[in-house]
């Protein structure tokens, strides 16, 4: 079970998310198990991060962080595989803002159920939960036209990154079919890298 893994099963317990990133970092190829033994019985490697309530946390509530002195968790941009998700935006259909940002949305939203569909694997999905749980990093690229998108779109098979596309309905600024956007990910940022 990788890290990724790891986090998912232990935020999905109801344990913080920095709690369960710095409990997974430490506990390395010991798993869950491992990670779950150094949140109940070494609660000082955590920086003082155990929950508080453990009847709360069974009933599915949340639990604060304890501060720790001087401590607490590396920034979560610190954790060694950042996951993140781009959006590729064509400028020469000259979209304003707020089309840009509909269009960024119906990509994040089709990249999400892309990721519970057709050819997504167990390891996509896991990657797709963890994202969701550290942030959901995206980021958002503009290219000059659909030549460009093409040639990205076709480097991000070749990774095997999660694509979505999305073709505009032409209701009100583009011609009716015209690719506006394209997501890719989420995945860890140096695949991601390969392709933007």
């Known amino acids: 079970m990788d890290e990724a893994e790891v986090v998912v099963m232990l935020v999905g317990m109801g344990f913080e998310r920095e709690l369960a990133v710095r409990a997974a970092q430490l506990a390395g190829a ?12 070494s609660p000082e490697l955590l920086a003082g991060t155990a929950p508080q309530n453990p009847l709360a946390m069974s009933a599915g509530v949340g639990t604060a962080p304890v ?5 607490g968790f590396p920034p979560l941009d610190s954790a060694p595989r950042g996951l993140k ?5 064509r400028a020469d259909l000259q979209m304003s ?3 840009i940002a509909a269009q960024v949305a119906h990509a994040a939203l089709a990249l999400v159920r892309n990721h519970h569909h057709g050819t997504a694997t167990d390891d996509d999905r896991t990657r797709l939960l963890l994202w969701q749980t550290i942030g959901e990093k995206i980021v958002v690229v503009e290219v000059e036209g659909p030549q460009q998108m093409e040639a990205l779109q076709v480097r991000a098979r070749e990774v095997g990154l999660i694509q979505a596309e999305i073709h505009d309905a032409g ?7 015209s690719q506006t956007v ?15």
């Open 30 to 41: 010991s798993g869950v198990e491992g990670a779950l033994e150094l949140i109940e019985g």
């Open 67 to 71: 501060p720790a002195p001087g401590g």
């Open 85 to 89: 998700a781009v959006f590729v935006v």
């Open 97 to 99: 803002p707020g089309k």
């Open 171 to 177: 209701r009100t600024e583009v011609e009716p079919g």
């Open 182 to 196: 394209c997501g890719f990910g989420p995945h860890y940022e140096e695949e991601v890298n390969k392709v933007t």
